[in-house]
């Protein structure tokens, strides 16, 4: 079964995991472009994609609002009040979504939804608490390929029509 919600972190999945700052107090992220295509196949689907992360910056804020991505959620401490939220909003289970996340602070989330994944540059504790681990290390699309993966699961989907509907 196709997941009807897509949830996901930040750092360390979509980015590297680096944290970079400039000597005028600046903060950097690198997204890779690879992880906006996951949006736009599950948009395609009609499945809403949310991020949930420990940080708080306007970078994500910025990145998601181009990306139109359907829930925001950052400085968090508990991932799964904040899944179980969204859930009940779309009056959905757990069992119904897919989440990837890449440190400790995923690993209760992770456990709790119907599909997880991780980036291959987790640590080993986060590895093994997920059902996939991506090819793709965090910040080179590791993102994309869940989806990718998902789609791939099922088999009424073709990759290419999704990603070519509503053209």
């Known amino acids: 079964m196709f997941p009807k919600l897509v949830l996901t972190d930040i750092d360390g999945v979509w980015t590297d995991g680096g944290m970079y700052y400039d000597q005028y107090e600046n903060e950097w992220k690198k997204f890779h472009t690879y992880d906006s295509a996951g949006v736009l196949l599950c948009h395609r689907l009609g499945i809403p994609v949310g991020i949930i992360t420990g940080e708080k910056t306007h970078i994500v804020e910025r990145r998601a609002r181009k990306l139109g991505i359907d829930y925001l959620y950052q400085g968090v401490d508990n991932k799964l009040i904040v899944a179980q939220k969204i859930c009940e909003q779309l009056n959905l289970g757990l069992e119904e979504v897919a989440y990837i996340g ?35 290390k965090g910040g080179e699309g590791a993102f994309r390929e869940m989806v990718e993966l998902l ?13 070519n509907a509503n053209l």
């Open 102 to 136: 890449d440190d400790i602070n995923d690993i209760e989330l992770l456990r709790s939804v119907g599909k997880s994944f991780c980036p291959s540059s987790a640590p080993e504790y986060v590895k093994k608490n997920v059902d996939v681990v991506t090819v793709k």
């Open 151 to 163: 789609i791939s699961f099922s088999k009424e989907l073709d990759i290419l029509k999704v990603y």
